[in-house]
């Protein structure tokens, strides 16, 4: 049996997800699926539409077997810590293959660019050359990788692939990267039968039907409660006033912290916030993630602290997820973790705090009944 890798944030789970899913049960059959993902907070530095747990529900009903939190150091950060944690967690479970979207659908490309990356000396040096151009750090990896290769990546879906095989030589782990064709694009806000996550989320705001672009298990979960960004601008407002130095901040640097702290007084959203501090430097994802760095207090400190994965924590399992947990738990470097306990990682216990920031904007009925699930809830169990 086959152990097979995916990476993703569900957010939400989506037509394009359950399309993936089929391709790769058609490719592996009678495999085992892993999924590694984000909980409470993203990689574009956005909160999770639905919590973890109603996230795991939904992959275990749709074929995933192993459900495995990101933690929230890696989970918000840029592309090559992301892929960092998350490839550590496939290594650690025995994944032999990672497949990934792809709007190139070119792993043999992919895999040169990451060896140039990797072993060209001067590569590093091209990009630091045009980022104080004041080009953006994607736009100035695109352009680096063109000079010696005259090859490009400018889409997101490629750009994560490019950090994840780049981490699989790193890491010299034994995963097999794998591509499905990109159906859609990333960023479309337009509303399609395999509509972008963005879309849906936008259109969840709006309060419109989505039915017709996700399945019929998450049209139930978004009828109980969302999280949208705009909600944690108090929050956000609150912190940044009330600190004397926000670059003591994670990815706060270059003295953006200033700008942050000229522009709070007079921004009425965090998406407007983003837009008065918004330079050509710094991308709204960029810009987002520093933002959602300083809601939950992820300062330079905890990043440095916080580099390697501690463990492998649980969110849910198939029968046959948990049949693969109990014979890989001798083979790992590091704890299964199914029972929550803050004495177990100080990173786990990092995640906690996260949690309650995330639950802030909740009324207090619900507010406690999420809080408490980060520590009183077993894995989502599904028997098939």
Known sequence: MKIIGIICEYNPFHNGHLYHLKKVKEIFPNSLIVL?????FTQ????SILNKWDKTEIALIYGIDLVIELPFPFATQSADLFAKGAI???????AEYLVFGSESNDVNTLQELADIALNNKKYQEKIRQY??????????LSKA????????????NDLLAFSYIKEIKKQHANI???????????????LKNIASATSIRLALLEKKDITNYVPIEVVKQTKNSCHFLKNYFPFLKYKIETTDDLGIFQTVDEGIENRIKKQITEAISWEDLVTRIKTKRYTYNKINRMLTHILCNFTKEKAEKFQHIEYIRVLG???KGQA????????????????FSTSKSEMLKYEQVITNVYTTILNEPDKIKQTQAEYQSKPKKRDK
């Not at 693969?324 to 029972?339: D, F, G, N, Q």
Request: proline share 7%; no cysteine.
């Open 131 to 140: 980022l104080k151009k004041g080009m953006n750090y994607p736009t100035a």
């Open 44 to 47: 574009r530095g956005i909160p």
């Open 36 to 40: 590694i993902m984000s909980g409470s």
């Open 88 to 94: 550590s967690l496939l290594k650690e479970v025995k």
């Open 317 to 319: 399992f198939s029968t």
């Open 324 to 339: 693969h947990l109990r014979a890989i738990k001798k083979m790992t470097t590091v704890p299964i973790i199914t029972t």
């Open 145 to 156: 990788l063109e000079s010696f290769s005259k090859k490009t990546i400018t889409t997101p």
């Open 176 to 190: 097999t990267p794998i591509s499905i064709q990109r159906t859609n694009n990333y960023h479309d806000i337009n």
